[in-house]
């Protein structure tokens, strides 16, 4: 059976976690100590008023974080709370999902190598696209069966990424692929090498979240087979205390 938003959003935890999280009313406050939206990010995880939302700016400005929520499919009146209270949306993210066979099958001629913990030169790599040591530490953190892969294309290092399992549903992570060589196989034939591991790691499908503004990866996992089954975006206001 196909998961659910629910259990794709409990693999995202799970596979990028948080350093710490908090509960504080009906809130669930992640502690992301540089990591990104997505480990710093408030979610609900019950009806909300506007009391509430005082609570989690308070709390995220205890831990020294921006004002920050996820707000996820089904969440419309938080969602109009946040903007009469000039939060903006930031970052619209779209879930993609694919039976992880389908994803197999694409792992051809092209080298990959998983391995844990990274090279330098993957990590190296990682810095150069943005994924500086702060995500690296998400990624160390994370206490679910993991791999890094790295792919080579003409004979050289062409790209890093990383992966984790929660409850049978592999989440890709972090992928970056050197400018000079994509569009030659290498992101394609990297997942086909993760995906093969999440089979014998007992996982059945094959998942990983992007931006909305990331039109090389969305056509990418388009063309892979893989299919939109959810969105979720942030809202941000920077002018409140602790943004």
């Known amino acids: ?35 990104g939206k997505r480990v710093s990010a408030a979610t609900a995880e019950g009806p909300v008023t506007g ?16 004002a920050l929520f996820m707000i ?14 000039g939060y903006r949306v930031v970052d619209p993210v779209e879930l993609y999902l694919a039976p992880a066979g389908i994803l197999a099958e694409g792992a ?11 090279f330098k030169v993957m990590t190296d790599l990682w810095a ?22 790295i792919g080579r294309t003409n004979e050289r290092v062409g790209g890093a990424a990383f992966a984790a399992i929660h409850d049978g549903i ?14 030659q196989g290498t992101a394609h034939n990297m997942m086909g090498h993760v995906a093969r591991w999440a089979l014998d790691h007992g996982a059945t499908w094959f998942a990983v979240a992007v931006s909305e503004a990331n039109g090389p990866a969305r056509a990418l996992y388009a063309s ?5 089954v959810g969105k979720y975006h942030y809202r941000m206001n920077r002018a409140r205390k602790g943004a």
């Not at 009391?51 to 921006?66: F, K, N, R, S, Y």
């Not at 592999?170 to 569009?183: D, G, K, T």
């Open 128 to 149: 150069e696209g943005g994924i500086g040591p702060a995500r690296v530490a998400v990624m160390e953190r994370c206490t679910a069966p993991k791999t890094a892969v």
């Open 1 to 35: 059976m196909r998961p659910g938003l629910p259990a794709l959003h409990a693999a995202l935890d799970a596979t990028w976690p948080a350093a710490a999280t908090h509960h504080r009313g009906p809130w669930l406050l992640r502690e992301g100590q540089g990591g």
């Open 108 to 118: 051809g001629r092209l080298t990959a190598f998983l391995i844990w913990p990274p």
């Open 170 to 183: 592999a989440m890709f992570h972090a992928l970056e692929v050197i400018p000079s060589q994509r569009r």
């Open 72 to 85: 996820r499919e089904g969440e419309d009146a938080l969602d109009s709370m946040l903007a009469e209270r």
């Open 224 to 228: 892979l087979g893989m299919e939109v």
């Open 51 to 66: 009391a509430d939302i005082a609570t989690a700016e308070a709390g995220m400005a205890e831990l020294d974080q921006p």
